[in-house]
């Protein structure tokens, strides 16, 4: 959390906003945010000083601005990591990280409660137009390069649980906890269910569920839980509404009214309808 829709609402909200706008005094004002910039805070404030964003491109849950001088501005919101366009003079929010003063008056604020999000200074890896330090991670679902039949077929191959497989970001990138327990729930598979025992039929009916959950999502502004996913002007996303499993615990299965348990998995949760989602047979001994 944040996942996929939440973080292209926010590219689309710094594309609309930091496109074209040269960037004046950067103020770090929380080092941990910057702690995978090796060279350090001091570097990464003078570098990204003066650059001007020419695009904001996205690769699941990471976005980049591509700047004038060809360094990328890469941003992994972590947990609770905003990307917020305020009025230069406005009070600081309480866990304000960075500051990025834009020419139009306005100033791009990384805030983060948790600090496991951060920024980074990149250039760009062998994938054109990706950061290096993502190039190891697969296409999303939502980018007109993915292949379905490529995908399927390397989840097959895969000898694991499939709710570990859709949090696999080398295999897909940008799904998490919510968007695979809510598309796993519409395909009516357990999480614990092998990827080795899904059909072709079986796995393309799973993606085609969790492409059309994050469309869904992306449409109304993402899914926001305790207030930490805003978007750039610090609205919430509403498709917290639409959730059938996720955080669900103890309320009627839509389909079938049988009460929705939460399991433990991977050191958070994992909600599902005892019912429809069926734990199978080998989970279960």
């Not at 964003?53 to 690769?59: E, H, I, S």
């Not at 694991?160 to 859709?166: D, G, N, P, W």
């Amino acid at each position: 959390m944040p996942e996929l829709p939440e973080v292209e609402v926010v590219r689309r909200g710094l594309a609309e906003h930091a496109v074209g706008r040269r960037i004046g005094a950067v103020e770090v004002l929380h080092t941990r945010s910057v702690r995978r910039h090796v060279p350090g805070p001091a570097d990464f404030a003078a570098r990204l000083g003066g650059q001007t964003p020419t695009a904001v491109r996205r690769r699941g849950k990471y976005m980049w601005l591509v700047l004038d001088s060809g360094d990328m501005l890469l941003a992994h919101l972590g947990m609770s990591g905003q990307m917020l366009v305020q009025p230069q003079g406005k009070p600081d929010e309480r866990h304000l990280r960075v500051r990025i003063p834009l020419d139009d008056g306005n100033e791009l604020r990384f805030v983060d409660q948790r600090t496991f999000g951060h920024l980074l200074l990149d250039r760009e890896g062998e994938r054109a137009e990706v950061p290096s330090s993502v190039d190891h991670i697969a296409l999303d679902p939502l980018d007109a390069a993915f292949v379905p039949e490529a995908f399927v077929r390397a989840l097959r191959a895969k000898r694991t649980e499939v709710k570990r497989a859709l949090l696999d970001q080398s295999l897909i990138s940008g799904v998490g906890n919510i968007y695979a327990d809510e598309a796993l729930w519409r395909a009516r598979l357990h999480w614990a269910r092998s990827t080795r025992g899904l059909s072709n039929a079986q796995a393309l009916e799973l993606l085609g569920h969790v492409t059309d959950v994050m469309t869904e999502a992306l449409a109304v502004g993402g899914t926001t839980f305790d207030g930490l996913y805003v978007n750039v002007n610090g609205e919430s996303g509403y498709f917290e509404r639409g959730l059938n499993a996720y955080g669900r615990r103890d309320r009627p299965c839509g389909r079938c009214g049988t009460l929705i348990v939460r399991e433990a998995f991977m050191n958070r949760s994992s909600f599902s309808c005892p019912s429809c989602q069926r734990v199978p047979r080998a989970a279960r001994s």
